[in-house]
C-alpha cells in the first residue's frame, strides 16, 4: 500500500521545457500557498490596521494599502513555494496559450474591470462612504474592490457595479471634498400671500430641525409669478455623514404643510 501511495504521488502530471512536475511536489507547492496566503490575508489585515492608525489613513487608503500588500504577498509566496519544491516558472509554459485564448474569448472584461479598479484605485474619485450617482444609480459606496465597486442605494439594496463602468461613464460624487450637500426643495404659495410671512415662517422651521446646518445659512428664493402661485424655492445645507437628504426634505416638507396650514398659508394649485 505504501509502494503505491508513493508511485501515485511520483505520478507525473505534465511536463515542459524539460521538467516534469510531480504529483508530489504538485501538492506540496500547493500547500504552501494556501496556507501562506491564509496566514498572509490575516498579518496583512493586522499591520494595514496599524499602518493606517499611526499615519491617520482613511479607510479607502487602508484597504488599498491592506490589498496591495495581500497580493504582492501572494505572488512572494507562490514563487517561493514553487522554489521550495524545484518547480521552475518555465513548467508553466504552456499556460501562456490557455491564458491568450482565455483573453480572446471574453476575459477581456475582467482585465478591463482589474486596471479599471487599479485607476479608481490611484485617481480616488471616490472614497469609501462617499455617496456617488453613475447614471440612474445613486448610492453610499460601501467597498472598492479589483473588479467591481459595491454601491448601497437608499433603499437598501446593494448593487455590485464593474469598475470599467464608473470609468466609461460620468460619475457624480456628491462629496468628494467634503460631506456637505445642499438640498432645495420647491414650493408655491397662493396670490396675495406676504413673501416676508412665507419666509420667516419656513426658515423658523428650518431653524428648529437640528439635522440642518446653520452655516452656510438656509434661504427662501422667490424663484417667479407662476401662472397660479408664487413660486419659491428653499436651500439648505446638510451633512451627509449624519443626515440623510431624504429624510430631511421629508420632514420638512411635512412641517411646512402643517405650519402653512396653522398660519393660513394657502398652498396654491393649478
Keep these: 500500500r505504501q509502494m503505491c501511495i508513493r508511485d501515485r504521488l511520483n505520478t507525473e502530471l505534465w511536463e515542459s521545457s524539460g521538467y516534469a512536475v510531480r504529483l508530489k511536489e504538485f501538492l506540496i507547492a500547493l500547500a504552501i500557498i494556501l496556507f501562506g496566503t491564509w496566514g498572509a490575508r490575516r498579518l496583512v489585515r ?61 476575459a477581456q472584461n475582467i482585465f478591463k474591470n482589474i486596471i479599471g479598479g487599479i485607476l479608481l484605485t490611484v485617481s480616488h474619485p471616490f472614497r469609501i462612504g462617499d455617496v456617488i450617482e453613475v447614471g440612474t444609480l445613486c448610492g453610499t459606496v460601501s467597498d472598492l474592490g479589483v473588479r467591481s465597486t459595491l454601491i448601497r442605494t437608499f433603499d437598501e439594496k ?98 411646512i404643510q402643517e405650519k402653512f396650514r396653522q398660519e393660513g398659508i394657502a398652498m396654491a394649485y393649478p
Excluded: C, H
Design 158 to 255: 446593494e448593487v455590485v457595479v464593474p469598475n470599467s463602468q464608473l470609468l466609461d461613464n460620468q460619475l457624480i460624487n456628491w462629496s468628494l471634498s467634503d460631506a456637505l450637500l445642499r438640498v432645495t426643495i420647491n414650493f408655491g404659495t397662493a396670490y396675495g400671500t406676504p413673501f416676508k410671512k412665507v419666509r420667516e415662517t419656513v426658515l423658523k422651521l428650518v431653524d428648529d430641525n437640528p439635522r440642518i446646518l446653520k452655516k452656510p445659512e438656509p434661504w427662501v428664493y422667490f424663484a417667479n409669478f407662476g401662472d397660479s402661485e408664487l413660486e419659491f424655492t428653499l436651500y439648505f445645507w446638510i451633512n451627509q455623514k449624519i443626515a440623510s437628504s431624504l429624510r430631511v426634505s421629508s420632514e420638512l416638507r411635512e412641517a
Design 46 to 106: 493586522m499591520l494595514s490596521w496599524a499602518v493606517a492608525a499611526y499615519f491617520r489613513f482613511d479607510e479607502t487608503s487602508r484597504r488599498t494599502f491592506e490589498r496591495f500588500i495581500y497580493y504582492t504577498a501572494a505572488i512572494t509566496i507562490f514563487l517561493t513555494a514553487l522554489r521550495i519544491v524545484g518547480i521552475p516558472l518555465t513548467a508553466f509554459a504552456f499556460l501562456g496559450g490557455a491564458v491568450a485564448i482565455a483573453i480572446g474569448f471574453g
